[in-house]
């Protein structure tokens, strides 16, 4: 186990609806970056978060949105669900922006979109 | 968008034998990992090589990087049934956004006893 937590492990919604998606770092770790996995797909990037910042974002609408606490878990907001949206979510901490750094991942977050 | 291929998509192997797998990008990185997936599960960290390095192992794994050709290979040596997963290569480059890390599309290994 990598000290990664997510929550929920499986969602389903329906289409329009919102979603938020959590995840507890890595103790120490102050970065957390959040991917999409599509069936059969690599994991691609969403965001990252760096002490409570965003320090990058990857091709997605702004309908994806996150969130850092000051203990540095994290949020993934998905507002207007549509069918695509259906994937793996996973959360990844690191330690100072992870650069040269091992990324630790959670379990994932399985979404169904109805 | 997927940073690089992995080559082949799919391996079948038998235990006790050596699995190679390759990963092929397109941009300039700092440095190249690679990861394991269980089952749709999350990634586990295998190996970390840096621009600067072309070759590194840990235990059954032999990671080598050719920075001229944009390739990296990863060996696995001595297959057991519990390698079966999927390894994804992923990289980290000054012109990607934060340190996101881009992953290739993955190669399933099939170990069988």
């Known amino acids: 186990e990598t000290g990664v937590t997510q929550s929920p492990t499986h969602l389903i919604k329906t289409r329009g609806q919102q979603v938020t998606l959590r995840c507890s770092s890595q103790s120490g770790h102050n970065t957390v970056s959040w991917y999409q996995q599509a069936l059969g797909q690599g994991p691609q990037f969403i965001f990252q978060?760096?002490?409570?910042?965003?320090?990058g974002r990857g091709n997605f609408p702004p309908r994806f949105s996150g969130l850092q606490f000051p203990n540095y878990s994290s949020e993934l907001n998905v507002n207007a669900l549509e069918l695509d949206d259906s994937a793996l979510y996973l959360c990844?901490?690191?330690?100072?922006?992870?650069?040269?750094?091992?990324?630790?991942f959670g379990q994932g977050t399985r979404l169904t979109v109805v | 968008s997927q940073q690089g291929e992995e080559d082949p998509q799919a391996l079948s192997i038998q235990e006790g034998e050596n699995a190679t797998m390759n990963c092929s990008y397109k941009?300039?990185?700092?440095?190249l990992q690679w990861y394991r997936q269980n089952s749709g599960r999350g990634l586990v960290h295998l190996i970390l090589?840096?621009?600067?390095?072309r070759e590194k192992h840990s235990g059954r794994l032999r990671v080598t990087l050719d920075t001229s050709k944009k390739s990296s290979s990863l060996l696995i040596t001595a297959s057991r049934a519990a390698d079966t997963a999927s390894y994804f290569c992923?990289?980290?480059?000054?012109?990607?956004?934060?340190?996101?890390?881009?992953f290739g599309k993955g190669t399933t290994l099939s170990v069988s006893s």
């Open positions: 990844a901490s690191s330690l100072d922006g992870g650069e040269g750094t091992e990324a630790f």
């Open positions: 090589i840096r621009s600067n390095e």
């Open positions: 941009t300039s990185i700092n440095n």
């Open positions: 978060y760096y002490r409570e910042e965003e320090n």
């Open positions: 992923a990289t980290d480059g000054a012109d990607q956004a934060g340190t996101a890390l881009i």
